[in-house]
């Protein structure tokens, strides 16, 4: 039997493990039972909250379809939860060590509870080679791409994980389920890509939909929030402090120009607890 957690960050669920107390030998194939909405529990994937020689925890992520995930902005918000409130540590400010590198997290406590935490996400990287994205200049701002036909543009971010970025007029009523796939198995993306539909609002406000790598569409995504934030900035689009609009929720993105560091402010929530025989 497996003990486990469902958390959300803004209805971006995962099935939380303590690894510091049991281990998943297979978390591939966990990943996969767990995150079935009909057989399993039902989520965006599977996160292990493991030890680490280098920070606080370690944040192994896996998607619905089992790969492996660099990072995940409102799975590392719900694994700084899951450590204070299930005393793992008393600290209000934490480091978890992921795929795409270490990552500070700070958290607000209410009555014993961690309610809403600031991540430090770290510097956007802009790379076209660090992305991966192919294209013949460094950095992929404002560049068309053709997918399906039909030409879009879109600019490259890296959070630890692959993001492009694309605006159009209708966010709301794009068909989501036929594009996001093209865009996610495009021959650009060599290691496939999370793609993020964005409209901007005004200065301050950016609403998206986010097809995830592995997973498809969820209600949210806290990397590909920064992504968004960090291309609209790019493209002179909005101002440095973006309040980005998911289905799940709102998202704070900061990109401090100075440090060059994108910090993100969200919740984070425990759904339940229970226990599932694996297969």
Known sequence: MMKFTK???????????????????????????????????GSDGLILICPSETADFEMRMYNADGSRGEMCGNGIRCVAKYVYDYGLTD?????????????????????????????????????????PIVSDEDRVIDEPILVDGMEYRMTGVSMGNPHTVVYVDDVQGMDLEKIGPSFEHHERFPKRINTEFAR??????????????????????????CAVAVASILNGLTEDAVTVKLLGGDLEIWWDRQTDKVYMTGPAKVVFDGTIELP
């Not at 770290?122 to 080679?129: F, I, R, V, W, Y």
């Open 7 to 41: 958390m959300q960050g803004l209805g971006n669920d995962y099935v939380y493990v303590d690894c510091t107390r049991e281990m998943i030998e297979d978390p591939e194939g966990t990943a996969r039972f767990v995150s079935d909405r009909h057989f399993g529990i």
């Open 200 to 225: 901007v609002l005004d200065r301050k406000t950016v609403e998206m939909r986010v097809w995830e790598r592995g997973s498809g569409e969820t209600l949210a995504c806290g990397t590909g929030a």
């Open 91 to 131: 600290k209000t400010s934490i480091s978890v060590e992921t795929l795409g590198g270490i990552k500070y997290l700070d958290l607000t406590v209410e009555d014993g509870k961690a309610v809403m935490i600031r991540v430090d996400m770290g510097t956007p990287g802009l790379s076209a080679k660090q992305i």
